[in-house]
């Protein structure tokens, strides 16, 4: 499943993005669990949310928490990540990723198959 992250951009501490995750044409994620991870220069990539196969269940790091808010849409093959009261921290490539073998959504990487190219969110002080 070819994955497209999109909705990046350039924007001022305390202000919002919302990020979107969609499949390439023809194939769809709504049976999979969907974690959306970030990487900044020197540092590993982390987990930000997850989201299950049914929306049912959302899980959220420890530094986005009540910031964030990670939703989908399966009749569009749509995730997406809602980031409010931005943070220079936050600063980051941010990378969708799908589990087809994980339908609850994990934190952990290493449980995702599919990964987008990745949207840059840049927040400036």
């Known amino acids: 499943v070819q994955l497209q992250a999109s909705g990046g951009g350039l924007v001022q501490a305390g202000g919002s993005l919302r990020l979107i995750c969609t499949a390439a044409?023809?194939?769809?994620?709504?049976?999979?669990?969907m974690g959306w991870f970030r990487q900044s220069p020197g540092k590993e990539r982390e987990f930000v949310a997850a989201?299950?196969?049914?929306?049912?269940?959302?899980g959220y790091a420890t530094s986005v928490k009540g910031r964030c808010t990670i939703s989908r849409d399966n009749a569009n093959n749509t995730v997406y990540l809602q980031m409010n009261s931005l943070k220079p921290e936050d600063t980051a490539v941010y990378y969708c990723?799908?589990?087809?073998?994980?339908?609850?959504?994990?934190?952990?990487?290493?449980?995702?198959?599919?990964w987008g190219q990745g949207t840059q969110v840049t927040v400036s002080s």
């Open positions: 990723a799908g589990a087809p073998d994980w339908p609850y959504g994990a934190s952990s990487a290493a449980r995702y198959t599919y």
């Open positions: 989201i299950s196969w049914n929306g049912g269940s959302t």
């Open positions: 044409s023809g194939h769809t994620f709504s049976n999979y669990g």
